[in-house]
């Protein structure tokens, strides 16, 4: 499957726009592949805001993902979802949201992305990579030689390195083993720049 090299995930607390704001920055700057990401919203408020930035990624021919939320995914008919290790299990996923749907799987350890490969799946991701303000209760830290390892363990699947990654370190994760690097505060940490920090890693 397609992966870009930065894989941007929305964040609304940290850049107090809307996730629609977000999408249309981003997709500006050339972004292919958006993950949103909402933690604090009610469902209604997280399906309108889901449905306008899928505009957004339709008109611009990328890809939208919905993290965690297969409901809200399979309402808008979303491109996708990434599931954590406490979500719907991804078998259930792939039975509500189709073959056709993209299922990405974080993982936190080389055993579980080694179990991940075992899933119908599409990519699974890795991390933290480095320490990261991004979630309140961030798991054990991965590092760079954790990817390495992870990288050996999953063979030529997908794999997206998660977890503090910035644009002084970026480049170290992919000759690391990545096939992707998701990427939050380095893009979304100056709202008014969202776009050319996009367009600052695809052009390095």
Known sequence: MFLPK????????LTQLTHAEQVKRLTKGGAEFIQLREKYASSADFYESAKEALEITRMNDA?????????IALTINADGVHLGQEDLPPEKAREVLGEKA???FSTHSIEQAKEALNLPINYIAIGPIFATNTKEKPDDVVGIEGLRKARKAVGDFPLVAIGGINFENYKDVLKSGADSVAIISGILSEANKITQNYKKYISS
């Not at 890809?63 to 409901?71: C, E, F, G, P, S």
């Open 6 to 13: 930065i894989y941007p995930i929305t964040d609304t607390k």
């Open 102 to 104: 993209i299922i990405g």
């Open 63 to 71: 890809k939208l993902l919905i993290n965690d939320r297969v409901d």
